[in-house]
C-alpha cells in the first residue's frame, strides 16, 4: 500500500511538469502571430537598413505547404516514400527469462534496435506562393503520417538439404519477432510551425529559438493543436490532484497500519 502511494505522489509530481509544459505551450501559441513570408521579409529589410544584416530574429507562426530542399525530395528508409522529412523505429520482441524461487518466469519485452531521424532542410510555401526554409534540428513532427507499422515473426532458418529448407532445432534466440514503423512528411502537407525565424545563413528560415522557447511543427492546424493541448492540460488539472491526494493517504494509512 505504501510503495502504490509512493508511485502515484512520483505520477502527480510528473504530471506537473507536464501540466506546466502543455500551459506554457499552450501561452505561446496564444500569443504568437502568424505572418506571411513577405511580411517577414519586409521586417528583415528593416532589420539589414538598420545594419543587423544577418542578424533578423522574429518568432512567429509560419502556416504553408511543405516543400522539398533545393536538393531535391528525400526517399524513407523503410518504404521508399518520397518526402521532406522522415523516421524510422526497429524494435525488437522477445522473451525474458529468469529464475526466481526454484521456478522458470518468462516474460515479453521489447528494445529499439534501430532509429532515425532525417535531419535535412526543406521548406514551406505559404498562402501566397513564397517559401521560407525550415531547420528541423532532429525534432520530430506533431502527427506525420505513419507509412509503415509491421510486425515480422523471427523464422529461424536452418539447413537446406535438396532444396528442402529443415527446421533449425539448434536455435536458442529469444527473439520473437521485429516491429517496424515508420512517419514521413510528403510534399504538399500542410504544416504550421511556430519558432524563430532567423536570416543567419542568407535567406530566411524558420528554426528553434536560440534562447530557448517553444518549437511546433505540427501537420495539424493551429486551432487543432490548441484545443488537443487545452485537452490534456485540463485532464492534468483534475487528475494530479486526485493522486496526490490518494497517494498521500494510501501512504498514511500503510504507515501506522
Excluded at 111 to 121: H, I, K, L, N
Aim: aromatic share 8%; net charge neutral.
Amino acid at each position: 500500500m505504501v510503495i502504490f502511494g509512493i508511485a502515484l505522489v512520483v505520477a502527480a509530481v510528473v504530471g506537473f511538469f507536464f501540466m506546466r509544459r502543455a500551459r506554457d505551450r499552450l501561452h505561446a501559441m496564444i500569443g504568437t502571430e502568424t505572418l506571411p513570408v513577405s511580411e517577414l521579409e519586409r521586417l528583415r529589410q528593416v532589420s539589414d537598413e538598420l545594419g543587423a544584416r544577418g542578424g533578423f530574429r522574429k518568432v512567429c507562426e509560419v502556416v504553408g505547404a511543405a516543400h522539398p530542399s533545393p536538393e531535391g525530395p528525400l526517399k524513407s528508409e523503410l518504404s521508399g516514400t518520397e518526402c521532406v522529412w522522415h523516421r524510422h523505429v526497429v524494435k525488437r520482441r522477445y522473451e525474458h527469462v529468469q529464475y526466481r524461487d526454484g521456478r522458470r518466469h518468462v516474460s515479453r519485452r521489447t528494445e529499439v534496435v534501430a532509429q532515425r531521424t532525417s535531419w535535412q532542410g526543406y521548406a514551406i510555401r505559404d498562402d501566397e506562393g513564397t517559401l521560407i526554409g525550415v531547420d528541423p534540428n532532429g525534432t520530430d513532427p506533431d502527427r506525420p503520417e505513419q507509412v509503415v507499422n509491421r510486425f515480422e515473426p523471427y523464422r529461424p532458418q536452418g539447413p537446406s538439404l535438396f532444396g528442402i529448407q529443415l527446421p533449425n532445432i539448434f536455435d536458442t534466440s529469444s527473439t520473437i519477432g521485429y516491429e517496424y514503423q515508420e512517419w514521413v512528411i510528403r510534399p504538399g502537407q500542410r504544416l504550421y510551425v511556430l519558432g524563430e525565424v532567423h536570416d543567419k545563413i542568407g535567406p530566411l528560415v524558420i528554426g528553434k529559438p536560440e534562447q530557448g522557447g517553444h518549437f511546433i511543427i505540427s501537420t495539424r492546424s493551429e486551432e487543432e493543436v490548441r484545443a488537443s493541448t487545452r485537452t490534456q492540460h485540463r485532464a492534468l488539472a483534475i487528475g494530479i490532484p486526485i493522486a496526490a491526494v490518494a497517494g498521500l493517504v494510501l501512504v498514511v494509512v500503510g504507515a501506522i497500519s
